[in-house]
């Protein structure tokens, strides 16, 4: 929040009466979270009570599957909640949720129309075969991105949650970033020790 209060005030706001206003306009901060899901709303509501201790007034605005899909599409919203999982390493599907070629779709949600985006994306797609220079690419699109504020974390989880069966064998090695579901085979040993009812 600290953070966040420094931002604002660079950016022409500060609290007054307890409100985020605007120093220009007088206005106060508000926006809209657009939603179609009450599963969101159960996540939204921890950040919209951080925002109002900041002053900040974020109404959550619930509505059917069809009409959220087509407000994405016409990018009718301030904000919307979106799981966004990245890769280990910056791949070509950077592209359609960042670049300005998918402005017309649901994909890219921030509405970003920025050309160094572009390029950075455009350039991590054609140089796959390029650790190198991949690696200077994704660093400077993160730069990017981070710098413009499109997206705030909302929440992470840092665990994979399974529930497993005792007659699944697997690799000694599991990789770095996957469960790695995919190499589990049927231990025919521990299939047979299991009783008859749940093999």
């Given at each position: 929040m600290r953070q966040a209060f420094r931002l604002l005030k660079q950016a022409g706001w500060e609290l007054k009466d307890k409100v985020m206003t605007n120093v220009k306009t007088g206005k106060p901060m508000t926006f809209e979270l657009l939603i179609y899901s009450p599963t969101t709303e159960r996540i939204a509501t921890p950040l919209q009570k951080n925002l109002k201790a900041m002053g900040i007034d974020m109404k959550i605005r619930s509505v059917d599957t069809t009409q959220y899909l087509k407000r994405l599409r016409d990018l009718d919203y301030d904000m919307v909640s979106y799981a966004y999982s990245a890769n280990s390493y910056p791949s070509p599907s950077l592209t359609i949720v960042w670049n300005s070629a998918y402005i017309d779709s649901t994909y890219n949600r921030?509405?970003?129309?920025?050309?160094?985006?572009?390029?950075?994306?455009e350039q991590i797609a054609v140089s796959q075969e390029d650790p190198e220079k991949l690696l200077s690419l994704g660093r400077a699109l993160d730069r990017v991105l981070q710098w413009n504020f499109y997206a705030i974390p909302q929440w992470h989880l840092s665990a994979y949650r399974v529930a497993t069966w005792d007659k699944f064998a697997r690799p000694p090695v599991r990789p770095k970033?996957?469960?790695?579901?995919?190499?589990?085979?049927?231990?025919?040993?521990?299939?047979?020790?299991?009783?008859e009812k749940r093999r």
């Open positions: 921030a509405g970003v129309k920025d050309e160094a985006v572009d390029y950075l994306t970033y996957a469960l790695g579901a995919d190499t589990w085979w049927v231990d025919k040993d521990k299939a047979a020790k299991l009783p």
